[in-house]
């Protein structure tokens, strides 16, 4: 291909779609963080803007960005355990385009899209402007239809912070057992698994009584299945070890002060202390006792009655 020639037509989602497997709807994407940033997204209500810091062209650039992509992760993410969902079309809407570059190391190769806020200043010299409507590239808007080539790792950029609540989903998932794309070696997540990151955000919530996510764990939306399964997967990741019989018999049988002692067990849960949590909980007297405290601190907060994980 010669330098002329758009680097995206490499990349073309072929219409009309379904392209065998390669082209798909797109309505949706998502951005994936390890369970600190989840957590300080969640009291900040958004997710912040960061500078590009790898192998982009944009590195050089001071232009922060929120990286999603439409791509799920069947053996594992390589970027966390928590993934917030947005639908595309409300995020896209009234925006502009930019052709990034592509990766070609990663495999399959990742196409990146930059989307800013019209009148936004771009760095031109390095990103060129891209029309989904008339550009045969990776992402494409065929009437009022978007399309993405699901044969690649799509990387799509906002130049803006984005607000919790253009969310459609918040979702817990299973990182890569191997690869981190932050942490290498040294991430704890890889092997933390999706019950567990759900128990540490939902505990970091429910102790510090955030309600910026309420909407996508309460249990009314639960798509008429009968629970909402993110805040059954959240709740299970922290009521079996929060409520087992501990080493020793705790005293405690006060109901409200057990309610007190519990916040404070799922608050150490939240930070990743599991002993510490088990130890604290484990001041209340009676299985029973640190389950109703349990149920209490999540039916005062989401107006659930006796929630107890399946």
Not at 56 to 84: I, Q
Not at 127 to 138: A, C, E, F, L, S
Not at 269 to 298: N, P, Y
């Amino acid at each position: 291909m010669t330098s002329s020639t758009p680097e995206w037509l490499d990349f073309c989602a072929t219409l009309p779609a379904p392209d065998r497997g390669r082209v798909w709807e797109l309505d949706e994407v998502r951005t994936i963080m390890h369970v600190p940033e989840a957590q300080r997204a969640i009291e900040d209500g958004m997710i912040s803007s960061r500078l590009v810091y790898d192998e982009s062209k944009l590195n050089t650039h001071r232009l922060p960005v929120v990286w999603t992509s439409a791509n799920t992760w069947s053996e594992g993410s390589f970027y966390g355990t928590v993934e917030f969902v947005f639908p595309w079309k409300d995020l896209v809407a009234g925006k502009v385009f930019y052709w990034v570059e592509v990766i070609h190391k990663y495999s399959p190769p990742a196409y990146r899209i930059l989307v800013v806020p019209p009148g936004s200043p771009v760095p031109g010299k390095v990103v060129q402007h891209y029309d989904p409507r008339t550009d045969h590239g990776p992402i494409r808007l065929d009437g009022a239809t978007w399309y993405w080539n699901a044969a690649a790792t799509s990387e799509v950029m906002f130049a803006e912070d984005l607000s919790l609540d253009r969310l459609s989903k918040i979702g817990f998932i299973n990182h890569h057992h191997t690869i981190c794309r932050y942490g290498s070696s040294s991430c704890t997540e890889r092997k933390l698994g999706s019950f567990k990151a759900g128990g540490r955000v939902l505990a970091h919530i429910l102790a510090k009584g955030l309600h910026s996510v309420d909407e996508y764990l309460s249990p009314e939306r639960n798509h008429g299945l009968g629970m909402n399964f993110d805040l059954n997967h959240g709740v299970s990741g922290f009521w079996f070890a929060l409520t087992k019989e501990a080493d020793r018999i705790g005293t405690m049988t006060d109901p409200a002060a057990a309610v007190i002692v519990m916040r404070g067990a799922l608050a150490l849960f939240a930070m990743g202390r599991t002993d510490d949590a088990i130890a604290i909980s484990g001041s209340i007297a009676k299985k029973r006792d640190r389950e109703a405290a349990l149920k209490r601190i999540v039916s005062n907060h989401f107006g659930v009655k006796d929630l107890v994980p399946a």
